[in-house]
C-alpha cells in the first residue's frame, strides 16, 4: 500500500529499543525501561547485534540520565524526535556506532512525499497513544535503580536493539550498601569489619529463638538503608554461627556491639527500637562529623554552579573556508549540520552525526595541518560540544589518543611563546564547554592524564599577560574544574574528592598566584575568587591544601581584592576571608 499512496516501497515503520543487562530502553513517554520484550510492542520483528562497549555502568547510566533532558515527554514527534533518534544517540555514546541507517531514515522518507506532509499532523496525533503508552507497573525492572560497576556486550534488536551488562555492588569494597549483611562465618565477619575500619559497624547478634529480636529486624533493616556507605550493619543468627558467638562471647539475644574506626565502641542488649535508633545515629554521627563550614553562613560557597559554556556561534561558512580543501570533508559538513540544526530547532530535533568520524577527523586534521590552520577545527567542535550528548561522548573515550587528550595536548606542546593565541583560547573555550555534560565530569578528571592536561592548561594561560581574553577563559575552566569537585563535597564530605589532592595544590597555588598579579579583569577576578573559595570550602582541615593556602598567605592575597572595581566582589571575597582562617 506505501507504493500506492507514496510513491516508495517501505515495508514497516520501526519502534527500536536497546536491551542490555535484562533491560530494555526506550523512548516513548520520556526514556522508559522495562523487561525485553515486555512493552505493548511485543516481541521484537528483528534483533540486530551491535557490538560490545567497555564503558562501565554507572557511566552508562550517568549519561543516560543526561539524556532525560532531551528526550522528554514534551518533546516526542512521531518523524523528528522518535525512538529511533534515541536509540541511535544512546547506541553511538555506547559503541561509537548508531543504528542502521534503513530504520533511522524511514520517517524522512515519508515526509519527503506530498501525501506523507499532509498526513503527518493525523499520524503523529493518532499514534501517541500507541507510541507513548505507559508500561505496565510488572513490567518495570526493579533493578533499573540499581547501579553497577560491570561492562557490556551490545546486540541490536529493529524493533529492538540489545546491550548487556550484570547488576554489581559498591566500587570501593566490592561489598553491597544500604542493606544489612547476613553473615554465619567469622570470615566474612571479619572481611565486613575490616571494610569499615575507616567508618564505623554494627553487629546485631539475633537468633531464630527470640521473638524479641524480630520486632527490631524492621527498624534495623531501615537503619541500615539509611546509612548507606557511611556504616556497615551486619546481623549474626547465633543459631548458625557458634564461631562467632564464642569469640565475640555473646550470652543472650538480641545484643548490639558498635565499633568506630575500627576499634569496639559500645554494647547494649534488648529490643529497643528508639536506643537502637538512637545509637546508631550517632555512632554514624560520630564517624562523619559535619565539616565547620557548613555553621557558617555562605551564599555563594553553599551552593552548586552552573559550568561557564562558551556557547557563541561564529559564521561557521568563514570558518570552515579557513580550513581550506578539508572543509569539505564529510566529518565537517555533518558537524556543521548538526550546529546548525540544533541553533536553528533546539537539541531535540538535532540527530547526532557519526562522532567517530568525527573524532578520527580532527584527530588527524590536528597531527598534519599547521600551526594557523588548526584553531576552526576545534573552535568548530566547541560549538557542538554545548550539547550533552557530545560533550559525554567525547569525556567517555577510552581509546587513546582521544580527541580531547590530543587538543589540550597542543598548545602545551608548543610552549607559551609558540602557541597562537586563537588556538590557546579555542582550546580553553572547548574545555569549559566539556563540563556541559555535568553527568560524565568525573570522567574528565578522574582520568589523570587528561586532568594533568586541563591543570597545565590553566596555570600555563592565567599567567599570560599579554591576553586578557586568555586569562578570562582560563579562569572560567577553573572555576569549573573547582565547581565539579565542590559538587562532590556537597554531596557527600565523606567521598573522595574528585580531584586529587596534589592536583588541588597545584591549582590553587596557580590561582593564588593569577590573583595575585591580576589588576585588569573583573571577570578573571570573579573567575579566579570563586574557584578559590570552591577548592577551600569543605577541605580537609589537617590537609595538605589548607596548609598551602596559610603558606602562600591566601587569605591576605585574597583580601587584597577587596574594592577593585567597585564593590562587587566584596561579599564573595568576605566568604572566602572566612573558611581561610
Known sequence: MSQSFLGVQIDAVYHTALVFGGIEYFFGAGIQQTYPGATHHGRPMEIVPLGTTNLPMDIILEYLDSLRQIYTVESYDLFTHNCNNFTNDFAMFLLGKGIPDRITSLPQTVLNTPFGQMLKPQLDNAMRRITQAPVAPTAVPQQYQQRSTSNGTATSHSSMKN?????????????????????????????LLASAKNSCAVIFFTSATC???????????ELAAEAGDKAVLIKVDLS????????????????????????KENEWVGANESQLRGNVQMLIQMAHPPHPHTNLRLRTLQRRHKAMIYAKIPPLEKLIAKMGPQGTDPAVTALKDFICTREASGASDAPLPSLPAIEAFIIQYLETKPLDSLFPVIDLLRCASVDQRISGYLLAQQTHPTAISTILSKP????????????????????CNLFSSSALTHQLLQDNDTCALLIQLVTSSLLDTT?????????????????????????????????PESVQVELMAGLLEALDQERE??????????AI?????????????????????????????????????????????QILV
Do not use: W
Open 467 to 499: 591576553h586578557t581574553p586568555v586569562r578570562v577563559a582560563a579562569a572560567s575552566l577553573a572555576f569549573n574544574i573547582a565547581a565539579a569537585n565542590h559538587v562532590r563535597r556537597l554531596e557527600d564530605q565523606n567521598k573522595e574528592d574528585l580531584l
Open 163 to 191: 546491550l548487556d551488562h550484570t547488576n554489581g555492588v559498591d566500587g570501593t569494597s566490592g561489598l553491597p550498601t544500604g542493606q544489612a549483611h547476613n553473615v554465619t562465618t567469622l570470615r566474612k565477619l571479619d572481611t
Open 412 to 431: 602545551l606542546s608548543l610552549g607559551d611563546a609558540n602557541c597562537p593565541y586563537s588556538l590557546r583560547i579555542v582550546t580553553l573555550q572547548l574545555a
Open 211 to 221: 521473638p524479641p529480636c524480630k520486632l527490631v529486624y524492621p527498624a534495623y533493616d
Open 521 to 530: 579583569s573583573k571577570d578573571c577576578v570573579r573567575g579566579l575568587l570563586t
Open 533 to 577: 573559595g570552591l577548592l577551600a570550602y569543605g577541605a580537609p582541615t589537617q590537609g595538605e591544601l589548607v596548609d598551602v593556602c596559610n603558606a602562600l598567605g591566601a587569605r591576605e592575597t585574597v583580601k587584597a581584592k577587596r574594592g577593585f572595581s567597585g564593590k562587587d566582589l566584596d561579599e564573595l571575597v568576605g566568604e572566602i576571608e
Open 240 to 263: 548458625e554461627a557458634y564461631e562467632i558467638g564464642s569469640k565475640y562471647q555473646v550470652r543472650a539475644t538480641p545484643t548490639f556491639m558498635s565499633f568506630l574506626k575500627g576499634g
